[in-house]
Each structure stands twice: as C-alpha cells, then as structure tokens.
C-alpha cells in the first residue's frame, strides 16, 4: 500500500502540536479577563478548528486529487457567492468596521479562508488544462487578471486587504512555476503595485499602517502600539525565553495574544531559540512540499501543491515579519496556530490534499 510522504506528515504534526501548546497558553490572557470567553475560544479552535481539520485532512488525503480538478470552477464559483454574501443582512457580521463573517445562528466564519483554497484549485485547473498555451498572454496571465478582478472587488468592500494580497501572490508564484514568460510575470506585479499604492493613497487605515512601519515609535499608545508591545514581548524573550506558559505581555498588553500577536508570545516564552526553530519548521514544511510538487503525477497536482504550500508559508511569514516588524502589520493569523477554526480546518484540509498527492507518487521517492 502506498503511503504518504512521512518527513512531511512529521512536519505538520510538530507544527499543530506546537500551535495547541502555543495558542492554550496565549489564551490564558482571555482567562484572565473572562473565564466563559476562554472556554468559548478553546472550543472553537480546538473543537471545530482542530475537530473538523483533521476530519478534512483524513478525507481530503483520501480522495483522489483528480476529484478537485473536476469540480474546480463549482468550488471556485460557490466560494465567490459565499464570501460576497457577508454583505446579506441577514447573513454578515460585521467586527472592527470590516463584513468578514457568516453568522449561521451559535456559529460564525470566515468564507474567505474558502475563497484562497478554491482559487489555488481552480488556478492550477486552468493552468494545467492551458499547458502549451501559457505562454500566451490571453491563456496565462489575462484569465489572472479577470479573477484578481473579480475578487478584488469583493474583498476590497469588506475590506480585506491582506487576503487580497495573499491571493495575488500566491498566483504569480503559480504563473512562474507554470513557466509563464517573465515579461507578463513582472508586468503584473508591477500592475499589483500600483494598485497597491493607489489603495494606501486613498484608504486612511492603510496609509497609518503604512507609516507604523516606518515610524515604529510615533505613536506608542496608538498605531504603534501593537508593534511595539510585540518588540517588548520579543525582546524579554532573550536567547532562551521566560519558559512555556510565563508571557507577562499576554496579560492585557498584546492586542490578541491568541490571534494577530501568537508569534509574539511565542517569542516571549521560548525565546530566540524557539523563535528560529519554528521558522525553520515552515521553511522545512515549504521545502518539503516543493519536492513533492516536482515529483507529482502530473501539471494539476504539482501546481496544485504548489499553490498550497505558497499560500500557507507566505501567510504564515507575513504574520511573522509583521509581529518582528520587518513587514506592515497585516493581522494575518499564523498557519495551524492563531485563532480561528474556518482557517485551521481549511488548511489542515489542504494539506490532506498535499498528503494524497505525494502517496500517489510515492515510488519515485526516497524518503
């Protein structure tokens, strides 16, 4: 019987297991403040997210990887209809000043965690299905564009800049591995560019972020202030950290411990040292899954795994260098260990996807 990729399931397993001992621990400063709130919290990652996740991963590692690319545009599809529907008034929740949610009567998610995964299987169904014909402008790069648009003019109204930005990068690294001519390639993340800085030159939150991170210290008990709460908790980490579970600023100085600022507890706990081992666990999940891409059965499920492992590792360091500093806040939660169930279960669904992928190629590979 074929298996799947052993170093890689390794790999996933220390992360999850490190984002539940992270994300409990974070979590203590919701204790803290509202014991019904933290048992809530606990049940929705833990319970749904971590539940569901590993029911999805089973079921997606079961399932053929060909199923996908058959119903790909009816997942695309279905995603689009369910994230614009947050703007239903009888559907959306709105948080912050942001329609991001789905309200079904105790339960509340986020269908945009949906959208990323259904335009990556989709992308890599078109892709695929092009192949020869990639290299044309109207076969490549144009179909790109037509869908950024349509996205962009859902998630722009929410707003959500960030899951904007993860979907177009996530799909330029798709159009380069697919062997796409550079010249359209750079032509479009310079177009992503302007668009970019048009949407921080007319929207006053982003052009605050913006100069947050130039300026960390203008307004330490505003803008700042996350970023700087994050530096401090960072910092007091040293080499080695204050031990597991002994994070000061989670008790009522990091703005969602559990949430935007895991990282930063992290840091604070197990210090620089575990800092450094947790990117090198991405970095190893990033390597890892472009292997299995460059020895999958075929174009749709070597880009497919492509487009999984680009999504989870790019958000997972923009949340990073956000919290170090070294990027704009986003509020990007970290892959497998932030708060939030609908992102947990989707990306331990896809990375079933990546298992049943590299099983189906399992005699080409020395593990």
Not at 41 to 65: A, E, P, T
Not at 269 to 293: H, K, P, S, W
Request: a positive charge; one cysteine or more.
């Amino acid at each position: 019987m074929k298996k799947p990729d052993r170093f890689f399931l390794i790999i996933v397993f220390l992360l999850l297991a490190l984002g539940v001992a992270m994300f409990i621990s974070a979590s203590l400063g919701i204790l803290a403040k509202n014991e019904k709130t933290f048992y809530s919290v606990l049940f929705s990652q833990l319970v749904l997210g971590f539940g569901f996740g590993f029911l999805g991963m089973y079921f997606c590692f079961k399932i053929n990887y060909k199923f996908w690319r058959k119903f790909s545009f009816f997942f695309f599809l279905g995603s689009i209809l369910l994230t614009a529907a947050v703007f239903i008034p009888t559907l959306g929740w709105s948080h912050g000043g942001a329609e991001r949610w789905i309200q079904l009567g105790p339960i509340s998610f986020q269908p945009v965690e949906f959208l990323k995964f259904a335009f990556v299987i989709y992308f890599a169904a078109w892709l695929s299905w092009a192949k020869s014909r990639i290299k044309d402008f109207k076969f490549g790069v144009l179909p790109f564009l037509i869908m950024i648009a349509v996205i962009a003019l859902i998630l722009l109204k929410q707003p959500d800049t960030k899951s904007l930005i993860l979907i177009i990068v996530t799909g330029i690294s798709m159009l380069f591995v697919s062997s796409v001519p550079v010249k359209y390639i750079l032509g479009t993340i310079l177009g992503a560019g302007l668009l970019f800085g048009t949407l921080v030159y007319f929207t006053p939150y982003l052009q605050e972020r913006v100069k947050t991170f130039i300026n960390p210290a203008q307004d330490a008990q505003g803008s700042s202030y996350q970023i700087q709460q994050s530096l401090i908790a960072i910092g007091s980490g040293g080499v080695f950290g204050r031990g597991f579970g002994q994070s000061i600023q989670k008790f009522g100085y990091l703005p969602e411990p559990q949430g935007d600022s895991i990282f930063a507890v992290l840091g604070e706990e197990l210090g620089f040292i575990g800092a450094t081992l947790t990117i090198f666990l991405y970095l190893l999940f990033m390597l890892r899954g472009f292997r299995i891409a460059n020895r999958s059965p075929d174009s749709f499920s070597g880009l497919l795994v492509y487009g999984i492992v680009i999504l989870i590792t790019v958000q997972s360091f923009m949340h990073i260098a956000s919290v170090i500093g070294v990027f704009p806040l986003t509020g990007v939660p970290l892959v497998f260990m932030s708060q939030g169930g609908t992102s947990l279960m989707v990306y331990m669904a896809a990375v079933g996807i990546v298992l049943n992928v590299s099983k189906l190629s399992a005699r080409s590979r020395s593990v």
